[in-house]
Structure formats: C-alpha cells, structure tokens
C-alpha cells in the first residue's frame, strides 16, 4: 500500500474514533455548558413548587424577580425531588432562551464541575489521538537508518549457507533480543531486557543487518552505538 493512502487510513481511523468518543459526550457537554452559563450569568428567583410532575421534573411558579408570576418547569435529582414538598420555595434560574423552562440553583451548581471534567476528558483524549496519527503517519514516511553500521561494503557481505550476496537493511526491534548458548536455562526473558541496544528505553533500536531471503538468515550488530567497537563505522 502506497504511505499516502496508509496515512489517509491512520486519519480515517483517528477521526472514526475522536467520532466515538465525542458523540456520546456531545449531550452531556450541552447540559454542562448551559448550566455554566446560567450559573454565570442567570437571574436567581425564588419560586415555588406547584407540582410534582414525572421523571424527576417540577412544575414552579416566580415569586419575585423579574420572571415574577411565570411558570416553569425544572428537572432534578431523585433524591432532591423526593426531599422537596409541594408549596416549597425553591431557588431557581429562568431559561431566557427557553420560555417555560428553569433550572434549579442545586442542579446548576452541582453540574457545574461537569463542564470543566467534560472538556478535560474530551481534550485529553483527543489530544492523545492526534499525537498518536502524527506518530503513526511519521513512522509511515520518515525515512530512517540504522544508528551505526558495520563496517564492511554493502555488496560484499556473503550468506555463509548459499554465498550469495545478502540484501542490506535494518531491523527495528519492538522489544529486545535475548541470547542464551546451546543447553543454556531460558531463564525469565521480556522486553526490557535483552543484548546491549536491543532494548528501547528511548526509542525504538534499529539494527544495521544483512538478509538472504532464500535461506531465511540474518546478520547483524548489536550494541550500544556510542560504543566503539571492531566493526563500527
Ligand atoms: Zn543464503
């Protein structure tokens, strides 16, 4: 597959998933911003409870204030709708976009944080997104080399099962390579450890190696590259 339509998938998949992730958010992210900005900016009333309608919602009436005399209606929790009584005065914020609609002061305090935990949750994650499709459209398209290389000509190089001349390369190790002699205990092999700079604490290693694809064999160096060594270049 051509990098440009790899990359072209990597955005895809990164914008399905930021789709994932923001659409399900998308109405809880309204409710916060609108209890923000009536907690801001909204007019406290007292008004009092008329009735008790279904689904956690009250039916009120202004009692002072410039929304003096409206009707509202304003949803809640279970628990403070079960707490309050009909006749009660409560404190509440008239929806000016919305006539016929209020907000109790309980819930818009209460809510308030979801805005900032929303925004919080959403930006990280997308920013965790977009750093990973610049990671994987870079590892796509950076063109990259072996941290050191042996110091022999690259057609010179011999496979030592069939003598043909072996195809230069590199190998980018995921986790590092582990040795052991013939008859020798495995012992506890993982990533984190392995022969000197096979192991990618910062980065991943690229070894400098030489391939024959006919008999499957590769050659190459390990070690530290700031480490001089006999076939170093
Ligand atoms: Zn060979």
Redesign the pocket.
């Known amino acids: 597959m051509a990098s440009r339509s790899k990359q072209l998938w990597i955005w895809l998949a990164i914008t399905a998933l930021v789709a994932l992730i923001v659409i399900p958010l998308w109405g809880p992210m309204r409710i916060a911003w609108r209890c923000y900005w009536l907690h801001e900016n909204g007019v406290r009333e007292q008004a009092e409870v008329m009735a008790k309608l279904p689904n956690a919602n009250f039916a009120l009436r202004v009692i002072d204030g410039p929304h003096a005399g409206e009707v509202c209606t304003a949803d809640t929790s279970v628990a403070i709708y079960d707490d309050t009584e009909i006749g009660e005065s409560l404190e509440v914020v008239y929806v000016e976009w919305k006539p016929g609609e209020c907000e109790l002061a309980s819930t818009i305090e209460a809510s308030g944080w979801l805005l900032w935990f929303v925004v919080a949750v959403i930006g990280s994650i997308l920013a965790g997104l977009i750093a990973l499709g610049v990671t994987l459209s870079r590892s796509f398209t950076r063109l990259v080399n072996p941290k050191r290389r042996m110091k022999v000509e690259a057609g010179e190089v011999?496979?030592?099962?069939?003598?043909?001349a072996?195809e230069e390369g590199y190998l980018p190790l995921v986790s590092g390579i582990q040795w052991r002699r013939i008859g020798e205990p495995i012992g506890l092999p993982h990533a984190l450890k392995g022969l000197a700079g096979t192991v990618g604490w910062r980065g991943r290693p690229r070894l400098h190696a030489f391939r024959?694809?006919?008999?499957?064999?590769v050659s190459f160096q390990y070690g530290n590259p700031s480490e001089n060594r006999p076939g170093q270049a």
């Open positions: 011999r496979c030592h099962v069939c003598g043909e072996m024959c694809s006919t008999c499957e064999i």
